[in-house]
């Protein structure tokens, strides 16, 4: 059974950074690719980014730059690195192993004015 656990949002002032963090269990880790999502309040989920089991990682387009992704596969986690956070990054950010259609509780990442 896979379970995920988020966690390191928080309330950010526009221009900051915040680092999340998720430690997943029920999987052998190092073998499964991760992908970071974001939901906004009314807007469908997005993703975010990904990190494949060799350590590549990928971006959307919109996403590209500000966010960087990084896994330690000795502590089962994988990290979204973000960096000069916007309000409109405000959402529930949540981790899933891409290929499980599992989901966490998510941490909630709010950036204000």
């Known amino acids: 059974q896979v379970q995920l656990v988020e966690s390191g949002g928080g309330l950010v002032q526009a221009g900051g950074s915040l680092r999340l963090s998720c430690v997943a269990s029920g999987i052998i880790f190092s073998t499964n690719d991760m992908g970071w999502y974001r939901q906004a309040p009314g807007k469908q989920r997005e993703s975010v980014a990904f990190i494949m089991s060799s350590g590549s990682t990928d971006y959307p387009d919109s996403m590209r730059g500000r966010f960087t992704i990084s896994r330690d596969n000795a502590k089962n986690t994988v990290y979204l690195q973000m960096s000069s956070l916007k309000p409109e990054d405000t959402a529930r950010y949540y981790c899933?192993?891409?290929?499980?259609?599992?989901w966490g509780q998510g941490t909630q990442v709010t950036v204000s004015l």
């Open positions: 899933k192993v891409m290929a499980f259609n599992s």
